[in-house]
């Protein structure tokens, strides 16, 4: 299942304005999965790079994969200078074929970061099972709701005028809500893996240039305001939302993990 939307002027501002992760997760998967620098780790649905640098400080190699090729492009230049790490377009449907690229090799972790909802998990997780040595496993990881559903003045302002550009609710948590995580759960479960969740919370104040990035970074390349029509965009988004400065945004970053016996 795949549906490419993160290509062209979208990967740039993906790379320049998503967050990346804090240390605390990063220490909750070397923790859980008892990580060591003998370890390979494949960071699949990995985009610009955002958890597969950080993987690659705390293992011995990170695999980056994704479909998006213009992901990609922005993820290599980010990675500049960093020996352990590498890049492979593919999608979750490739994922069979890499057990028979490692051959013995097992991985010690396999991330999907804000990315599991574009895949058939039902399929993906029994193949991640062969792949990931025993004590290893997956990590499911939701890097905060998308920063216009939250319930405060700024966001609910941003969501009222998103929602009237594009001409139809925001509703889509990415996988973030409670429904989608216990199903993920459930499916983590069934492929023979055992379940469990780190939270990782903090305050982020940003400003409206990142705002604005975000929002461009969410939004598929043909639905982008034309260039012409971009300072427009931004007055009006400045206008709905600037009222209510600062814009302090929650973010909380579940883990979700499967260890696999
Ligand atoms: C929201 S980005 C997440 C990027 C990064 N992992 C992060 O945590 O910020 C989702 C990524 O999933 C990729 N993707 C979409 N469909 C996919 C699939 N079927 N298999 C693997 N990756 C996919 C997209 O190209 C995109 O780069």
Redesign the pocket.
């Known amino acids: ?6 290509s062209g002027e979208v990967a740039e501002f ?1 790379q320049r304005y ?1 967050r990346g ?1 804090p240390a605390g997760v990063l220490d909750a998967l070397v923790a859980e999965f008892g990580l060591t620098a003998d370890d390979a780790a494949l ?6 790079g ?2 597969t640098l950080p993987l690659a400080g705390r293992t011995r190699v990170a695999v980056g ?4 090729p213009d ?1 990609l492009a922005q993820a290599r230049k980010a990675a500049a200078g960093i020996a352990n790490v590498t890049w492979l377009v ?4 490739d994922v069979p074929a890499l057990e028979a690229l490692l051959g013995k090799e097992k991985l010690g972790v396999v991330t ?4 599991l909802h ?2 058939d998990r039902e399929t993906l997780f029994p193949a991640l099972h062969s792949l990931v040595r025993p004590g290893g496993g997956i990590a499911v ?1 939701t ?1 905060g709701a998308p920063m216009w559903l939250h319930d405060s003045p700024w966001s609910r302002a941003l969501r009222e005028y998103l929602s009237g550009w594009l001409g139809q609710p925001l509703v889509r948590t ?1 996988g973030a809500d409670q429904e989608e995580q216990d199903r993920y759960r459930a499916s983590l479960e069934a492929a023979g893996f055992t379940a469990g969740e780190t939270v990782v919370e903090y305050e982020d104040e940003i400003d409206l240039e990142f705002v604005i990035g975000a929002v461009y970074s969410a939004t598929p390349e043909d639905r982008l305001p034309k260039p012409d029509e971009r300072a427009g965009f931004e007055e009006r988004l400045s206008a709905a939302i600037s009222p209510h400065a600062p814009f302090v945004e929650p973010v909380q970053v579940r883990i979700l993990t499967g260890r696999k016996g």
């Open positions: 299942m795949t549906i490419l939307k993160f993906y998503r992760y960071d699949l649905g990995c985009g610009t955002q958890l994969m994704d479909p998006e992901m593919g999608a979750d449907s999907i970061g804000q990315a574009w895949m990881i890097n990415c």
